[in-house]
């Protein structure tokens, strides 16, 4: 699946789809964002600026602004993006597929996080996004990835698939995008923005 073909599946997705929490119900939706940001909050700098790249409807973006962080959304579904505006009006918001984040940007960000979105994505698809992710965010700044390894690595074959990558492949990408392990207790890996090897 191409990244556009990706992207046009959740353009026109159920909202549901966006979280399993959404089933139980639209409070424990927004919980679930609340949680997640507040977690996010233990390693994103006060008040930094921050990119919720992927962001959906705003389930994490719209806390994390409430926390205090300059957030812009950023997604490549613009009824995404119709509906975080719905909610959060005032939120800076920007379309993307992830490749062209710099350039659509215009000033490099703090950090970059993405919840649920790179495991959406084939190996090839994927690794252009991150590069893209990467020229983002300033050298120092931090990225947030949900971005999976796996001893049984496996490439999703869907819109809505997991894919997982081998530590190996995940870190020769980091080497040669300049991303740099952080260690946190984040139940994603965290990067630092680095100068390319
Ligand atoms: C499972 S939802 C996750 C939304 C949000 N991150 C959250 O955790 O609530 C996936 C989101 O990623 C967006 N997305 C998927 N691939 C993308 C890409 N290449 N560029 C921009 N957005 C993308 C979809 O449009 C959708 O809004």
């Given at each position: 699946m191409s990244i556009d073909t990706v992207i046009e599946a959740w353009n026109v997705a159920?909202?549901?789809?966006?979280?399993?929490a959404r089933g139980i119900s639209e409070d424990a939706y927004r919980e679930s964002g609340q949680v997640q940001a507040e977690l996010l909050a233990t390693v994103l700098p006060a008040g930094s600026r921050v990119v919720d790249f992927g962001?959906?409807?705003?389930?994490v973006a719209i806390p994390l602004a409430g926390l205090g962080y300059d957030v812009t959304g950023a997604d490549g579904s613009q009824s995404m993006l119709n509906r975080l505006h719905e909610t959060a009006p005032d939120m800076a918001a920007v379309l993307t597929d992830g490749t062209d984040l710099a350039r659509q940007l215009g000033k490099k960000a703090d950090a970059v996080v993405s919840l649920?979105?790179?495991?959406?994505?084939?190996y090839e698809s994927a690794e252009h996004i991150i590069a893209g992710l990467r020229a983002a965010v300033r050298v120092n700044g931090l990225l947030v990835l949900d971005w999976p390894t796996s001893d049984d690595p496996h490439e999703g074959g869907g819109w809505i698939s997991v894919t997982t990558w081998s530590r190996t492949r995940q870190d020769d990408i980091c080497q040669r995008l300049g991303l740099k392990r952080v260690d946190t207790d984040l139940p994603w890996p965290v990067f630092r923005a680095v100068k390319a090897a």
């Open positions: 159920d909202p549901a789809a966006i979280h399993p962001c959906g409807d705003g389930r649920a979105v790179l495991i959406h994505h084939t």
